[in-house]
C-alpha cells in the first residue's frame, strides 16, 4: 500500500511545525525521513499514523491517502497502521507474548482471531524477532534491543500494510543500532510492508533506506535515492547535513569561480548563479600533495592528523586564513610522511557552489568537477 | 526487595541504627497503645468478651461502619481517579485552585465539616431541601454517614493517583490506539492495570481513614442505636458510661477485622503490581 501526502501543514500556536508537505511513499518501500530536531519529520510521521491531526485544508487539496484511500476522517485507532515507537510503549504490565497479541485481542469479535491462532501468530513473530524464548517475560526484564523488537512485533502483528517507525533505534547503543538497522532492513524486504521511519542519523538513513526524504524547518529539501541526496544535494543544507563540509565564499563570474586563492572553471549551462556564492567541498574531495604540480591550489599549513580510522583525517589552515579538512587514504597518507606544521598543497577535486541568498527557497545549484588530480 | 550483602561499604551505613530507632519507635507509638487494648479488653475473659461484640446494637454498628466506610471508600476511587485524571492530563484555568481545593478536607477540624454537611443536608439545608420531596432523607440516616465519609476520603484517592498518572506515558495510550484498541479497552486493559496499585493504596487509604472517622459523621448521623450509630460513637459511649473494658473489645474486634481487610487489600495490590517486580 502506498502513502500519499498531499498539501500538509501543521501548526502548534504559532509555530509551523509543517508547511505545505508532499510526499509520495511507494508501495513495499523503506523510506527515510532525515533531518534534525524540530524539522517536523516526527510530526508528518504522527500526522500519517492518525495520532495527531493535521491543520484543517490550508489548501484545497490537502489530503493524505493510502493507496487512494482517503484517510483523513480515518483514526489512528482503524487506519491499520503499525506504529514503533521511539521509546518503546510497551505495556509494561504484560508479558512479551500478551504485548505482542494486544493489537489481535483487541479486534472486534467477528474478526477476532481464536486462542490457537493468536497463540500461532504471536509464536510467529517472536521467531521472526528472533525473541522465541522470551515470551513470559515482561518488559522490565528485556534489554533496550530486545524492547524495541517486541514493539516491532507488536506492531506488525496484524500485518498492517503500512509500517511507520519514529527514531526505532535512537534511544539504543551504536553497537546495537548498527545489527538492528540492518536486520530491520531484511525484514523489511521480506515482508515487503511499506515503511517510513524517521531519523536524524544520516548514516543510518544512508545505508538503509531505498529513498530518503531531507526535511528542515517543516518543508522538505530534497527526495532522492542515498546516492542522489548524498552525491546531488539539491540545496546547501542537504549538503551540510549529509556530513562534513569545507565551505568558502566566493564568486561565480564568467564561467569562472573565485574562493580563497583560486579561480576554479564553472560550467555554463546551469549558469543561472552570478555574483555571490558559497562553494562547498566534501574533506574527501579535498586533495593534498607536498609539492605544486602547477595546477591551481592552495597553500595550507598542516594543523593537526587524526590518522586513527580508515581514513587520515588532516586539519589544514591556508595561507589565507581559511580552516580546512581533508581525508586522505591511509597509504597517500604514509607516502607523503605529513606532519604538523608541514607545507602542502591543496586542491578540492570536486566542488558545489551554491549561490548565498538564504532567503531564497528552492536556491539554483550547480556542480562542477575540476580535472582529477589523481 | 534486595538481599543486604556484604559489600554496603558504598552505600550510606546506618542499618543498624535505622532498624533499631524503627522498632524502638513504632514500639512506643503503635505497639505499646495497641497491647494496653489487649490488656484492658482481655478483663472481660472470653466469654464476658464474647458477649460485649456479639450484642446486636454492636453488631449492627459493625455493619453500618464497615459498610458505610467501603461503600464511600468505593464512590471515592471511581471519581477521585476522575479529579486526578483530569487535574494530571489536561491544564485549564484554574487547575491549581482546584488542586488546592483537594486538600481542603484534610485542613478543616472535622467537627466543623460535620457541622457543615449536617446543615447542608438537613430537611431545611441547601440540599437537603431539594432532596426532602423527593422522599430522600441524607442528614440524620445512613446516606448521612456515607456523605461525610465521601467528604473526608476523597484527598487520599486523589493524592495518591496524581504521581502514578503523571508517571503514565502518554504515548502508551497512542500505541494501544494504533494497534486498533478503542478508548474504553485502552482504558480498560492499558490504564486501569497500571494504575491498578496507587488505585488501590488509594482506596486502603480512603477506606482506614473513613473506618476511625468520628468527628464529622456524629453531626449528621443522628446517632440512634440500631440505625445510625457507628462503631466509635459506640466505643465513646461506652467510655462514657466506664465501660472501659467492653470498648476496647469493641475496639479490638475492630482492629482485628481492619487488619484482615488490610492484609486482603494488600494481597490484591501485590498481585497488581507483579509486572513492577523483576526475577
Same mark, same amino acid.
Given at each position: 500500500?502506498?502513502?500519499?501526502?498531499?498539501?500538509?501543514?501543521?501548526?502548534? /500556536?504559532?509555530?509551523?511545525?509543517?508547511?505545505?508537505? %508532499?510526499?509520495?511513499?511507494?508501495?513495499?518501500?523503506?523510506?527515510?525521513?532525515?533531518?534534525?530536531?524540530?524539522?517536523?519529520?516526527? *510530526?508528518?510521521?504522527?500526522?500519517?499514523?492518525?495520532?495527531?491531526?493535521?491543520?484543517?485544508?490550508?489548501?484545497?487539496?490537502?489530503?493524505?491517502?493510502?493507496?487512494?484511500?482517503?484517510?483523513?476522517?480515518?483514526?489512528?485507532?482503524?487506519?491499520?497502521?503499525?506504529?514503533?515507537?521511539?521509546?518503546?510503549?510497551?505495556?509494561?504490565?504484560? !508479558?512479551?507474548?500478551?504485548?505482542?497479541?494486544?493489537?489481535?485481542?483487541?479486534?472486534?469479535?467477528?474478526?477476532?482471531?481464536?486462542?490457537?491462532?493468536?497463540?500461532?501468530r504471536v509464536q510467529e513473530l517472536l521467531e521472526l524477532v528472533q525473541l522465541e524464548g522470551l515470551a513470559q517475560r515482561f518488559p522490565n526484564q528485556l534489554s533496550g534491543g530486545q524492547r524495541q523488537r517486541v514493539a516491532l512485533a507488536r506492531?506488525?502483528?496484524?500485518?498492517?500494510?503500512?509500517?511507520?517507525?519514529?527514531?526505532?533505534?535512537?534511544?539504543?547503543?551504536?553497537?546495537? @543500532?548498527?545489527?538492528?538497522?540492518?536486520?530491520?532492513?531484511?525484514?523489511?524486504?521480506?515482508?515487503?510492508? *511499506?515503511?517510513?521511519?524517521?531519523?536524524?542519523?544520516?548514516?543510518?538513513?544512508?545505508?538503509?533506506?531505498?529513498?530518503?526524504?531531507?526535511?528542515?524547518?517543516?518543508?522538505?529539501?530534497?527526495?532522492?535515492?542515498?546516492?542522489?541526496?548524498?552525491?546531488?544535494?539539491?540545496?546547501?543544507?542537504?549538503?551540510?547535513?549529509? /556530513?562534513?563540509?569545507?565551505?568558502?565564499?566566493?564568486?561565480?563570474?564568467?564561467?569562472?569561480?573565485?574562493?580563497?586563492?583560486?579561480?576554479?572553471?564553472?560550467?555554463?549551462?546551469?549558469?543561472?548563479?552570478?555574483?555571490?556564492?558559497?562553494?562547498?567541498? @566534501?574533506?574527501?574531495?579535498?586533495?593534498?600533495?607536498?609539492?605544486?604540480?602547477?595546477?591551481? %591550489?592552495?597553500?595550507?599549513?598542516?594543523?593537526?592528523?587524526?590518522?586513527?580510522?580508515?581514513?587520515? @583525517?588532516?586539519?589544514?589552515?591556508?595561507?589565507?586564513?581559511?580552516?580546512?579538512?581533508?581525508?586522505?587514504?591511509?597509504?597517500?597518507?604514509?607516502?607523503?610522511?605529513?606532519?604538523?606544521?608541514?607545507?602542502?598543497?591543496?586542491?578540492? @577535486?570536486?566542488?558545489?557552489?551554491?549561490?548565498?541568498?538564504?532567503?531564497?527557497?528552492?536556491?539554483?545549484? &550547480?556542480?562542477?568537477?575540476?580535472?582529477?588530480?589523481? | 526487595?534486595?538481599?543486604? *550483602?556484604?559489600?554496603?561499604?558504598?552505600?550510606?551505613?546506618?542499618?543498624?541504627?535505622?532498624?533499631?530507632?524503627?522498632?524502638?519507635?513504632?514500639?512506643?507509638?503503635?505497639?505499646?497503645?495497641?497491647?494496653?487494648?489487649?490488656?484492658?479488653?482481655?478483663?472481660?475473659?472470653?466469654?464476658?468478651?464474647?458477649?460485649?461484640?456479639? !450484642?446486636?446494637?454492636?453488631?449492627?454498628?459493625?455493619?453500618?461502619?464497615?459498610?458505610a466506610a467501603f461503600a464511600a471508600a468505593g464512590i471515592n476511587t471511581i471519581f477521585g481517579a476522575v479529579i486526578a485524571w483530569c487535574l494530571v492530563r489536561y491544564s485549564f484555568p484554574g487547575r491549581r485552585i482546584v488542586d488546592a481545593m483537594?486538600?481542603?478536607?484534610?485542613?478543616?477540624?472535622?467537627?466543623?465539616?460535620?457541622?457543615?454537611?449536617?446543615?447542608?443536608?438537613?430537611?431545611?439545608?441547601?440540599?437537603?431541601?431539594?432532596?426532602?420531596?423527593?422522599?430522600?432523607? &441524607?442528614?440524620?440516616?445512613?446516606?448521612?454517614?456515607?456523605?461525610?465519609?465521601?467528604?473526608? /476520603?476523597?484527598?487520599?484517592?486523589?493524592?495518591?493517583?496524581?504521581? &502514578?498518572?503523571?508517571?503514565?506515558?502518554?504515548?502508551?495510550?497512542?500505541?494501544?490506539?494504533?494497534?486498533?484498541?478503542?478508548?474504553?479497552? *485502552?482504558?480498560?486493559?492499558?490504564?486501569?492495570?497500571?494504575?491498578?496499585?496507587?488505585?488501590?493504596?488509594?482506596?486502603?487509604?480512603?477506606?482506614?481513614?473513613?473506618?476511625?472517622?468520628?468527628?464529622?459523621?456524629?453531626?449528621?448521623?443522628?446517632?440512634?442505636?440500631?440505625? !445510625?450509630?457507628?462503631?466509635?460513637?459506640?466505643?465513646?459511649?461506652?467510655?462514657?458510661?466506664?465501660?472501659?473494658?467492653?470498648?476496647?473489645?469493641?475496639?479490638?474486634?475492630?482492629?482485628? %477485622?481492619?487488619?484482615?481487610?488490610?492484609?486482603?487489600?494488600?494481597?490484591?495490590?501485590?498481585?497488581?503490581?507483579?509486572?513492577?517486580?523483576?526475577?
Open positions: 500500500m502506498s502513502i500519499e501526502v498531499h498539501h500538509v501543514s501543521k501548526h502548534f /500556536g504559532t509555530y509551523t511545525a509543517l508547511h505545505d508537505v %508532499c510526499l509520495t511513499v511507494p508501495t513495499g518501500q523503506l523510506v527515510a525521513l532525515l533531518g534534525p530536531s524540530g524539522s517536523g519529520k516526527t *510530526t508528518l510521521l504522527r500526522i500519517i499514523a492518525g495520532l495527531e491531526p493535521a491543520d484543517p485544508a490550508p489548501h484545497p487539496e490537502g489530503a493524505i491517502y493510502f493507496h487512494s484511500r482517503d484517510v483523513a476522517g480515518i483514526n489512528a485507532r482503524d487506519r491499520q497502521v503499525g506504529f514503533v515507537f521511539q521509546h518503546y510503549a510497551l505495556f509494561r504490565h504484560m !508479558t512479551v507474548f500478551e504485548n505482542i497479541a494486544f493489537g489481535l485481542r483487541v479486534r472486534r469479535r467477528r474478526d477476532r482471531p481464536s486462542r490457537s491462532e493468536i497463540r500461532s506492531a506488525l502483528a496484524g500485518e498492517p500494510k503500512v509500517l511507520l517507525l519514529d527514531e526505532p533505534f535512537g534511544a539504543l547503543d551504536a553497537k546495537v @543500532r548498527k545489527e538492528l538497522r540492518t536486520w530491520l532492513r531484511n525484514l523489511q524486504k521480506d515482508l515487503h510492508v *511499506t515503511t517510513l521511519f524517521v531519523t536524524h542519523d544520516q548514516d543510518e538513513a544512508l545505508e538503509v533506506a531505498d529513498q530518503i526524504v531531507v526535511m528542515n524547518h517543516g518543508r522538505i529539501e530534497q527526495i532522492g535515492t542515498p546516492d542522489q541526496v548524498f552525491h546531488h544535494p539539491a540545496s546547501e543544507f542537504v549538503m551540510r547535513f549529509l /556530513g562534513d563540509v569545507n565551505t568558502f565564499h566566493g564568486r561565480v563570474n564568467r564561467g569562472t569561480v573565485q574562493f580563497s586563492s583560486l579561480e576554479l572553471p564553472f560550467p555554463h549551462e546551469r549558469q543561472q548563479i552570478a555574483g555571490e556564492a558559497r562553494v562547498f567541498v @566534501r574533506p574527501y574531495d579535498v586533495t593534498i600533495d607536498t609539492k605544486s604540480n602547477g595546477l591551481p %591550489c592552495l597553500e595550507a599549513r598542516v594543523v593537526r592528523i587524526h590518522s586513527a580510522g580508515p581514513l587520515v @583525517r588532516v586539519e589544514l589552515v591556508t595561507s589565507t586564513q581559511q580552516h580546512l579538512i581533508s581525508e586522505i587514504s591511509q597509504e597517500r597518507f604514509a607516502t607523503m610522511q605529513l606532519e604538523p606544521e608541514s607545507r602542502v598543497f591543496v586542491r578540492p @577535486r570536486h566542488i558545489r557552489v551554491f549561490a548565498s541568498e538564504p532567503e531564497v527557497q528552492n536556491p539554483p545549484t &550547480a556542480e562542477a568537477t575540476t580535472h582529477s588530480a589523481n | 526487595m534486595r538481599k543486604r *550483602t556484604s559489600h554496603t561499604a558504598a552505600r550510606l551505613p546506618g542499618f543498624t541504627l535505622t532498624i533499631g530507632f524503627t522498632i524502638a519507635y513504632l514500639s512506643a507509638v503503635v505497639l505499646l497503645p495497641l497491647s494496653m487494648l489487649f490488656m484492658r479488653a482481655a478483663g472481660l475473659g472470653p466469654a464476658g468478651f464474647w458477649e460485649v461484640v456479639t !450484642t446486636p446494637r454492636v453488631v449492627a454498628a459493625y455493619k453500618l461502619s464497615f459498610g483537594v486538600d481542603l478536607p484534610f485542613a478543616l477540624p472535622t467537627a466543623v465539616s460535620g457541622i457543615a454537611l449536617a446543615t447542608l443536608y438537613s430537611p431545611h439545608g441547601w440540599i437537603g431541601q431539594l432532596l426532602a420531596p423527593l422522599g430522600v432523607k &441524607a442528614a440524620y440516616s445512613r446516606l448521612g454517614i456515607a456523605i461525610a465519609l465521601v467528604f473526608i /476520603g476523597i484527598p487520599f484517592v486523589v493524592r495518591t493517583l496524581q504521581p &502514578a498518572l503523571e508517571d503514565l506515558d502518554p504515548t502508551i495510550e497512542e500505541a494501544a490506539a494504533s494497534l486498533g484498541a478503542s478508548r474504553a479497552q *485502552t482504558l480498560r486493559r492499558v490504564i486501569l492495570p497500571m494504575v491498578m496499585p496507587s488505585l488501590l493504596t488509594g482506596f486502603t487509604l480512603a477506606f482506614a481513614r473513613a473506618l476511625g472517622e468520628y468527628g464529622s459523621v456524629v453531626f449528621i448521623s443522628g446517632n440512634m442505636p440500631m440505625k !445510625t450509630e457507628i462503631v466509635p460513637l459506640l466505643i465513646i459511649a461506652q467510655l462514657e458510661q466506664y465501660q472501659y473494658e467492653a470498648a476496647a473489645a469493641i475496639g479490638l474486634t475492630m482492629l482485628g %477485622c481492619s487488619i484482615l481487610i488490610l492484609l486482603s487489600i494488600n494481597f490484591l495490590q501485590w498481585r497488581a503490581s507483579r509486572f513492577g517486580r523483576t526475577q
